[in-house]
Structures are given as C-alpha cells and as structure tokens.
T-cell receptor
C-alpha cells in the first residue's frame, strides 16, 4: 500500500533563517506531488506541484521554492523565512494523469511552521 | 481566488442530527471532491463526484452536484461526536492541469 511521510512535524524558526521540509511517498511510482499551505482556520493554498523529477510548477510568487530530486521525494525550501511564512504545510500526492483516481489527493500529516 | 466556497463557515449540531454543508464554485469542473480534516492533521478524502453525476452515497455521506448552479452539498446523516472536523470541497477544473483547488471549509462541531 502507498504511504506518505512528511517531516518535521513541528518547526519553530527565526525570521531570516532557512527552511527545508521533506516529503516522501512509498508504494507507488511517478506520482504527482503537491505542496499546500494552510493558514490558521483557513482553506488550502496550492504552492507547488510536480509531475516528474525536476519538473516544478509554482502557483504563488513568494520566497519559497520546491525541488524534486527523486521520483518520490518532494522538498519545500526557503533561503530566508518571513513572518508570513508561518502556517501548516501539507504535502500530497495523486496518481499519474490518466490513471484511475488521478484526482484524489492523499495528504501527509502536515508540518506546522512558526516563524518568530 | 478560491474556486470553492463552503457555506456555512461553522456548524454546531447535536449528535444524531443531520449536517448539511454547501459548496459553490466558479468554473467548469471535471469532478468535485469532499475532504475531512481533524484538527491539526492532514486531509482525508471522503468522496468524489464526477461532473456527469448528480448524487453519490458513501455510508452516512450523501453528496449532490448541480453543475447548472455550480454547487454541491455534503449531507452527513445521524451525526456522531467523532464527525467533528473541518470539511472542504475541492474542484478539479476541466481545463486540464493538476490544480485541485480547495474552499475555506466548514467547521462542524457535533455535541454529544
């Protein structure tokens, strides 16, 4: 069966520090991968998605970046965090386009980032 | 801008009652999904309804879709305290691509 791991679960970082959140998927190949951010009590904002190694699409201009160095690994990074980067970050995956259930997202447990 | 908007923003009911949440969206869609999120956790997929379907059931869940009104509803029957969570609708536009867009959610509180 497929599983998704996301870490760290909680992170407190000072303004201006770097960030690295990691996400890996097991039990599937060539997944579509996503990073979402959720502000407190709000809906989800799509940040990045990737349909293959090295292929990253950005939805929102910001000081965050994403990389996909391996088929089942997705990394969210920042060189210098801002206060506004605080939030709950969720990694998710879907099956490849054309596969059954291609639109159904499976989420990780989330990473709560507090920037002070 | 948000593709889906849920209504109400918050809902408080007694155990055993039915809970109805609504979702409106703006563009043509391939399908519409409902997800559940327990506090501080990731989202869990509940049900997907395709644009050519009008109603779908899964256990105590009933989802309707009206593409002419660009709206959907999620009904949870005989609610339980364990149903307390936030519920989100999400839409996949039929313009292609990979963007599933979420609404702001409805926070449901079921009192025991």
């Amino acid at each position: 069966s497929q599983t998704i791991h996301q870490w760290p679960a909680t992170l407190v970082q000072p303004v201006g520090s770097p960030l690295s959140l990691e996400c890996t998927v097991e039990g599937t190949s060539n997944p579509n991968l996503y990073w979402y951010r959720q502000a407190a009590g709000r809906g989800l904002q799509l940040l990045f998605y990737s349909v293959g190694i090295g292929q990253i699409s950005s939805e929102v201009p910001q000081n965050l970046s994403a990389s996909r160095p391996q088929d089942r690994q997705f990394i969210l990074s920042s060189k210098k965090l801002l206060l506004s980067d605080s939030g709950f970050y969720l990694c998710a995956w879907t099956r490849g386009t054309g596969e059954s259930g291609a639109n159904v997202l499976t989420f990780g447990a989330g990473s709560r980032l507090t920037v002070l | 801008s948000q593709q889906g908007e849920e209504d109400p923003q918050a809902l408080s009911i007694q155990e055993g009652e039915n809970a109805t949440m609504n979702c409106s969206y703006k563009t043509s869609i391939n399908n519409l999904q409902w997800y559940r999120q327990n506090s501080g956790r990731g989202l869990v997929h509940l049900i997907l309804i395709r644009s050519n379907e009008r109603e779908k059931h899964s256990g105590r869940l009933r989802v309707t879709l009206d593409t002419s009104k660009k709206s959907s509803s999620l009904l949870i029957t005989a609610s339980r305290a364990a149903d307390t969570a936030s519920y989100f609708c999400a839409t996949a536009p039929n313009t292609g691509g990979f963007k599933t867009i979420f609404g702001a959610g409805t926070r449901l509180f079921v009192k025991a």
